[in-house]
C-alpha cells in the first residue's frame, strides 16, 4: 500500500463517544492551521450542553427536596416548615425569574417564565408556601425535560455524521492511499469494496454494483451502480467493488447538506409559542398596571384616602395570580403525555404536544413509513408449459439466490422458508452484477435475473412473461425471471407492500379534516401506485432531501401548520423543519431523535390518534385559561365595587387552582 504524499495536517476531536476521536467533514481551519469541520463547534456544545443539563438538573431536584423537608417538617408540627419551602422556591425559581426577567428586558414581555415567577411569588404572599414552591419547582422540571429532547435533536447531527466513513480509499498509481474523508479532492478516484459504506459524492468510472442510498433519497430497492452513475456519501456499497471519481469536496457532499439543512432547521424553526405564552404577555403587565394605578393613582389623581385603595390594588394583584393557570397547564401536559406513551406514543414535551393539537396537514414519507419499506414476494407467475408449479418456481428461485445477500435475493429466500419450501442451496453460485445470478441445481443450470442477464445468455423470455413484467413494472413492482436450462420457467414479481393500516389511517386524517400528502425520493410511478392504494390524493416525488424541506415551507405556508412522518436520514431535515416531526419507531435513531414525536409501536393508526389527543389537551388548557380568566374577572369587578376581602380573594385562587388542574386530568382516561 502506498503513501500519499503532502497530506495536509488533520485533527482528531472528541465526537461524544466516549474516548472515541473523529475526523470532521466540513473543513475549516483553525489558527494553528489544523483542519476540523465547523461541526467542532456542536461537539464542544454537545459537552457543553451535558453538563448544562446537570447544572438545569440540579435546581428542580434541590427543589424536590425542600418541599419534601417542609412537608414532613409542616406534619409534625414545626413553624420552620416555611424555611425550606422558601429555600425550594428560591433555589427552583432563580433560573425562571432571570429567564422571565431577561425576556422583560429584551422587549421580548412577559413570558411563561414571568408568569410563573409571578404566581410563585403571588402564592407565598398568600402564605401559601408549598404552591408557591410546587409552581417553581414543576416549572423548573418541565424545562429541563426540554433541555434534554433539545440534546436529543443535537445528537441526531452527530449521528448524521456518523453515516459516512471518516477515511476514503484513494487511488495512486497502481495503489492506493487511505486518507481521511475530508483530505479526498474533486477529481481524486476513490476505490469502495464490497459491505462498505461510500465516503464521496461522485461518479463510478470502473466496476458494476447495486447500492443501498434509501438513506439519502429514500428510494425503497437498492440501485444498480454502472460506470456514468452518480453515487452519494453514507450509502452502503452492495455485491462489487467501485472506482468512483469525486466530484464534491467533503463539506459540499449530499449528506453534508443533509447535516446543514438539519441544523438550520433546529435553529430556525419558530418555537410555537405555548398558549400560556400568549396569555401571560398581554395579562399580566395589564394586571400590575391596574394594581398600582389603584394603589397610587386613584389616591393621587383623585384625592382619595391611600389605605382603601391601596388595599383594592393588593386585592387586585392577589385575584390577578395566575396560580391556577400555571399550575394546571403543565398538570394537562403530563397527563397528556403520559396518556400517548401508554399508547405507544412517545410525546417530547409540551411545546411539541401544542404544535401536535394545532396540526391541518400531514405530509408523509414513502418507503417506511406508509409501506414496510421491505421488499416481499408479491407474485409468482409460472410460463404456459414451463412444467414447474409456482411453489417449485420458488424453491428453484430460493435454492439459486440462497448464497445472495442482495435484497431481492432475500426477499425471495424469506418468502420459500415461511411456505415451509425444502431447498437445498445451489453449487457453483455466479452473481452477473446489475444482472442477476446462476447457479446449479439439481443437477443442472438454473438463472434468476433481469432480462439482460437472459439475453446474455442467448435465452428468449416468452412475450406472455414479458407483457407481465411491463404491467407490473408499470405499478412499482420488481419483476425478476426465473430459468433453467434454456428455458425460462416463470417470473416472481417482488414489491414493498403498504402497511395494512395505512389506508385506515389516512381516511381517519382526512374524515377529521386533515389533509394527507406524500413526499418521497423514490420515482413517481412507484409513488402514485403506493399513493392510489393507501388512498392519499396528494403526491410529490423524486424528492432529495433538499427538495422535501422546500415542500414543508410550502405546505406551512398553505396550511399553517403541519406534522411531517418520515422514519430515514433523508427525512430529518424535513421532521426537524414540520410544525411536529413524527418519527416511525423502527426508523433511523436519526430520524427518531429530530422529531417531536416517535411511535413507538410503528403504527399509522397512531397518527390520528396522537393528533385528536392533542386537540383534546389543547381544548383543556383552553378552558382553564377561559375559566381562570372568569374567575378573576369576576373577582375584578368585585373589587371595583368595594365587596372582595382579601381571605375571598385567596379562596377563589386556591378553588380555581383545584378546578382546573382536575379538568387537566380528564385527558388521562382518554380512549
Not at 457543553?48 to 428542580?60: D, F, H, K, N, V
Not at 452513475?229 to 449530499?254: C, P, Q, W, Y
Request: a neutral charge.
Amino acid at each position: 500500500m502506498q503513501k500519499r504524499p503532502a497530506a495536509a495536517k488533520t485533527c482528531s476531536c472528541s465526537h461524544g463517544h466516549g474516548s472515541a476521536h473523529h475526523t470532521h467533514t466540513h473543513a475549516h481551519v483553525h489558527e494553528s492551521g489544523c483542519k476540523c469541520d465547523h461541526s467542532h463547534a456542536i461537539t464542544l456544545a454537545h459537552g457543553e450542553g451535558e453538563s448544562g443539563g446537570l447544572r438545569q438538573l440540579l435546581p428542580p431536584l434541590l427543589g424536590i427536596i425542600g418541599i419534601g423537608f417542609g412537608f414532613v417538617l409542616h406534619r409534625l408540627g414545626y413553624s420552620a416548615y416555611k424555611i425550606p419551602y422558601l429555600l425550594a422556591a428560591a433555589i427552583a425559581g432563580f433560573p425562571v425569574a432571570r429567564a422571565g426577567l431577561g425576556a422583560l428586558i429584551s422587549g421580548n414581555g412577559a413570558d411563561i417564565n414571568f408568569l410563573t415567577t409571578v404566581a410563585g411569588i403571588g402564592a407565598m404572599v398568600l402564605g401559601e408556601w408549598a404552591e408557591g414552591a410546587a409552581v417553581l419547582t414543576l416549572f423548573s422540571i418541565g424545562e429541563y425535560l426540554e433541555h434534554k429532547a433539545g440534546e436529543k435533536s443535537r445528537k441526531s447531527i452527530r449521528d448524521i455524521m456518523d453515516l459516512a466513513p471518516l477515511t476514503a480509499r484513494v487511488k495512486i498509481g497502481d495503489g492506493f492511499a487511505v486518507v481521511a474523508a475530508d483530505e479526498v479532492k474533486p477529481g481524486d478516484i476513490v476505490v469502495v469494496f464490497p459491505g462498505e459504506k461510500i465516503p464521496v459524492d461522485g461518479e463510478v468510472v470502473s466496476g458494476a454494483s447495486s447500492v443501498n442510498q434509501s438513506q439519502i433519497t429514500g428510494e425503497s430497492i437498492p440501485v444498480d451502480k454502472l460506470p456514468g452513475s452518480h453515487v452519494f456519501a453514507g450509502s452502503l456499497n452492495g455485491e462489487g467493488t467501485l472506482d468512483i471519481k469525486v466530484t464534491r469536496m467533503a463539506e459540499d457532499t449530499t449528506l453534508a447538506r443533509i447535516i446543514a439543512m438539519v441544523e438550520q432547521s433546529q435553529h430556525q424553526r419558530a418555537r410555537a409559542h405555548r398558549l400560556v405564552d400568549t396569555f401571560a404577555k398581554y395579562w399580566t403587565p395589564l394586571m400590575l398596571v391596574l394594581s398600582v394605578s389603584l394603589a397610587v393613582g386613584v389616591p393621587l389623581l383623585l384625592k382619595q384616602a391611600w389605605r382603601p385603595w391601596i388595599y383594592r390594588g393588593l386585592t387586585v394583584l392577589i385575584v390577578s395570580c395566575p396560580c391556577s393557570l400555571v399550575i394546571s397547564t403543565p398538570v394537562t401536559v403530563v397527563a397528556s403525555i403520559a396518556r400517548a406513551a401508554r399508547n405507544g406514543v412517545l410525546i417530547k414535551g409540551g411545546t411539541y404536544l401544542e404544535a401536535l393539537g394545532t396540526v391541518k396537514a400531514v405530509a408523509m414519507d414513502k418507503t417506511g413509513t406508509v409501506t414496510q419499506g421491505k421488499l416481499a414476494v408479491d407474485q409468482v407467475i409460472v410460463a404456459p408449459g414451463g412444467g414447474v408449479t409456482r411453489d417449485e418456481l420458488l424453491r428453484i428461485a430460493a435454492a439459486v439466490e440462497s448464497r445472495s445477500e442482495h435484497p431481492l435475493a432475500r426477499a425471495i429466500v424469506d418468502e420459500a422458508q415461511t411456505k415451509g419450501l425444502a431447498f437445498v442451496p445451489g453449487d457453483g453460485f455466479t452473481s452477473v452484477r446489475g444482472k442477476g445470478a446462476y447457479a446449479t441445481v439439481n443437477g443442472g443450470k438454473a438463472y434468476v435475473g433481469s432480462e439482460d442477464l437472459f439475453a446474455e445468455l442467448e435465452i428468449h423470455v416468452p412475450a406472455y412473461l414479458q407483457e407481465a413484467a411491463a404491467r407490473f413494472r408499470s405499478q412499482g413492482k420488481t419483476v425478476v425471471f426465473v430459468g433453467g436450462g434454456r428455458d425460462v420457467l416463470g417470473a416472481i414479481c417482488l414489491a414493498d407492500a403498504i402497511r395494512p393500516e395505512a389506508r385506515d389511517a389516512v381516511s381517519t386524517l382526512r374524515d377529521k379534516g386533515t389533509q394527507v400528502i406524500m413526499l418521497t425520493g423514490d420515482n413517481r410511478a412507484n409513488a402514485m401506485v403506493v399513493a392510489k392504494e393507501a388512498g392519499i390524493h396528494r403526491v410529490e416525488a423524486d424528492l432529495m432531501p433538499q427538495d422535501k424541506l422546500a415542500a414543508i415551507a410550502r405546505l406551512m405556508e398553505e396550511f399553517g401548520s403541519v406534522a411531517m412522518v418520515g422514519d430515514g436520514v433523508n427525512d430529518a431535515p424535513s421532521l426537524a423543519a414540520a410544525g411536529v416531526g413524527i418519527a416511525m419507531g423502527q426508523g433511523t435513531d436519526v430520524a427518531l431523535e429530530t422529531a417531536g414525536v416517535a411511535l413507538m409501536k410503528n403504527d399509522l393508526l397512531a397518527v390520528p390518534w396522537a393528533i385528536d389527543l392533542a386537540r383534546m389537551a389543547r381544548r383543556m388548557i383552553v378552558q382553564n385559561v377561559s375559566f381562570s380568566v372568569a374567575i378573576k374577572l369576576l373577582a375584578l369587578v368585585m373589587v371595583f365595587g368595594g365587596v372582595l376581602p382579601l381571605w375571598l380573594a385567596v379562596l377563589a385562587d386556591s378553588g380555581a387552582a383545584v378546578l382546573v388542574t382536575f379538568n387537566g386530568l380528564r385527558v388521562l382516561r382518554y380512549p
